[in-house]
């Protein structure tokens, strides 16, 4: 069992920038591909980005392109979203999750295991 635990969310303005962290307990982290989902109440879970095992390569939607980035150390089994620019609208619950076997994650019904969520909210 792989665990995720995300840390990073707060309060911030309009404008403003976090780094959300994703930490796994195993030792599995560089097989995996990671993806971060947020999710509002009464809402699905919406992807946000992902990036592969190795890094190499990110992905995100079209919703945050260019304003998140999303980075990962595998020496620290640690998977980072950085925001910049955020909105109102980006105001969520930010979960990480992975699996093993794909290039991006980016389907919420794909993932494996999750993470217990941190609360993004973006004052107006």
């Known amino acids: 069992q792989v665990q995720l635990v995300e840390s990073g969310g707060g309060l911030v303005p309009a404008g403003g920038s976090l780094r959300l962290s994703c930490v796994a307990s195993g030792r599995t982290f560089s097989t995996l591909a990671v993806g971060w989902f947020r999710q509002t109440p009464g809402n699905e879970r919406e992807f946000v980005g992902s990036i592969t095992s190795s890094g190499t390569s990110t992905y995100y939607a079209d919703s945050v392109k260019g304003r998140f980035t999303i980075s990962r150390d595998n020496a620290k089994n640690t998977v980072y979203l950085q925001v910049h620019s955020l909105k109102p609208e980006d105001t969520a619950v930010y979960y990480c999750?992975?699996?093993?076997?794909?290039?991006?994650?980016?389907?919420?019904?794909?993932?494996?295991?999750w993470g217990q969520g941190t609360r993004v909210t973006v004052s107006s």
């Open positions: 999750a992975a699996q093993e076997g794909y290039y991006y994650l980016t389907l919420a019904n794909a993932a494996a295991y």
